[in-house]
């Protein structure tokens, strides 16, 4: 091959990644500007996540970051919005809707977190986002695959629509109940998006490179890794957010809205989602057999059992993380195995029923630990 050809290969791929380093950069210099200054702003309104008996941090903390990774998503797309047209959310044309459906989900965080809504008035606004994103994108998830081993699952009409739209709303409530722990959901929305290029074979675009910029930064003042940016958590408009984000990009790739073909069959998906999903189907069983209302918020996911048993902050952060890489790893595995979709589906139920006896038994202990120190 003439040398003039390699220059040209090159150049082509230099240029492309010093735009994303670009890209990243300023991504990752506007969230922390954002949270420098919207932090003395939600202070002064009262926009802050105070200690109680399930939040053990000290001190008043402003719940500026999802609103700052919003910001710069927004910016973000004004800036690059038009210029990469080989990504799954161009070619989709999904930027101008994700960004709509994102906003209302921001701005119900927030009058959540200020003013804590009502269950049914977040039930109603989380469902209205599902309709518009399923709506814009035209997103069915109507193939389920061969998952039970007995020929392909296929929804139909007005099925396929209303378990999208179910799809979406547990998706970002699983992320959204993920969130309790510093650093912790930052870091699962980073190794899911990662995995899921991996899985997809995709190029990261604006969104994913936006987002995982945008989340490095906020763990800066998360983690509280430099002394003068504010420590700063994401509330619920930011662990939504990402749950919408996370969700938006599996079902562009599971549901025939890239290329007019799947990317990934829907059972090598659901690893990507793994570990939130683990976490708010186990907790849900936990509180259904307590007899408990499932929506309501206490003390019984991951983050809290392993604090129970005294593990500190970093061990939990490492161990969870870990966890949250192992899932989607097996997932990698099997899809490029070859293995069945019925066999990836049974496997993925079993690592369920695994996680779920571990659980069980981890809370046993730790509750007889805890009764034994009680006074």
């Known amino acids: 091959m003439p040398l003039s050809i390699y220059f040209l290969v090159f150049s082509r791929l230099s240029h492309k990644m010093i735009s994303s380093l670009l890209q990243a950069c300023i991504a990752f210099s506007l969230t922390l500007l954002w949270i420098i200054i919207l932090s003395p702003m939600a202070i002064r309104i009262g926009l802050v996540d105070a200690p109680n008996q399930r939040k053990q941090h000290e001190g008043e903390i402003p719940i500026v970051g999802g609103i700052a990774i919003f910001l710069t998503l927004i910016i973000a797309a004004a800036l690059w919005g038009q210029a990469d047209p080989s990504t799954p959310e161009k070619q989709t044309n999904a930027l101008l809707p994700f960004l709509t459906a994102g906003g209302l989900l921001v701005v119900i965080g927030i009058l959540d977190d200020r003013l804590q809504l009502t269950v049914l008035t977040r039930i109603l606004a989380e469902v209205a986002v599902a309709v518009i994103l399923v709506e814009s994108l035209d997103l069915r998830l109507s193939n389920l695959g061969d998952l039970l081993g007995t020929g392909a699952i296929k929804l139909s009409g007005y099925l396929a629509y209303i378990f999208t739209v179910l799809v979406i709303f547990v998706v970002v409530n699983a992320y959204n109940m993920l969130d309790g722990m510093d650093g912790l959901l930052g870091i699962i929305v980073m190794i899911t998006i990662l995995a899921f290029h991996v899985f997809t074979g995709l190029e990261p675009g604006l969104i994913s490179i936006t987002v995982i910029a945008s989340l490095t930064a906020f763990l800066v003042s998360n983690l509280g890794l430099v002394w003068f940016i504010p420590k700063s958590f994401l509330g619920d408009a930011g662990s939504k957010l990402l749950g919408l984000i996370v969700v938006a990009l599996v ?125």
Request: aromatic share 8%; hydrophobic share 50%; net charge positive.
């Open 251 to 375: 079902l562009l790739v599971t549901s025939r809205q890239v290329g007019n073909d799947r990317i990934i069959l829907p059972a090598t998906a659901l690893y990507l989602l793994g570990l939130p999903l683990f976490d708010m189907a186990f907790t849900t069983l936990r509180r259904l057999a307590r007899r408990k209302s499932p929506v309501r918020a206490d003390n019984t996911h991951i983050h809290h059992l392993l604090h129970m048993m005294g593990l500190s902050g970093r061990r939990s952060l490492l161990l969870i993380g870990s966890l949250g890489l192992i899932i989607p790893s097996l997932g990698l595995m099997l899809a490029r195995a070859g293995v069945a979709e019925s066999q990836q589906f049974g496997i993925f139920v079993g690592c369920f029923a695994i996680y779920c006896i571990v659980m069980s038994q981890a809370w046993h202990v730790a509750g007889r630990w805890g009764r034994r120190g009680s006074p």
